[in-house]
Nanobody, 125 residues
């Protein structure tokens, strides 16, 4: 059974940093695309960052480019998201997912994606 468990969320002031982790278990192969998404109440889920197997190819939403960094450690089956220079508008529930792609420049989860339960990030001004 595939499981994704996020951790590392919290409350920080604007300009601060956080590091999110997503521990993945239950796969007998390495997911090709893994990604981070975020959602606030009343808004659509937004793809934030995606990384492909091997780690050399990444994609970011324009709103987080140069501030967030996605990485994966296949030896630990863990996905990471480094959040720097945080802004109040980054406040959201952050989810990791296995199974993603980029459509017209936007990161989206595929129909067979697995999702974590989410970790809350709150940025105060």
């Amino acid at each position: 059974q595939v499981q994704l468990v996020e951790s590392g969320g919290g409350s920080v002031q604007a300009g601060g940093s956080l590091r999110l982790s997503c521990a993945v278990s239950g796969y007998n192969y390495r997911p090709y695309c893994m990604g981070w998404f975020r959602q606030t109440p009343g808004k659509e889920r937004e793809g934030v960052a995606a990384i492909y197997d091997g780690g050399s190819s990444t994609h970011y939403a324009d709103s987080v480019k140069s501030r967030f960094t996605i990485s994966r450690d296949n030896t630990k089956n863990t996905l990471y998201l480094e959040l720097n220079s945080l802004k109040p508008e980054d406040t959201a529930m952050y989810y990791c997912a296995t199974g993603c792609t980029v459509v017209f420049g936007k990161i989206v989860g595929t129909s067979f994606a697995y999702w974590g339960q989410g970790t809350q990030v709150t940025v105060s001004s």
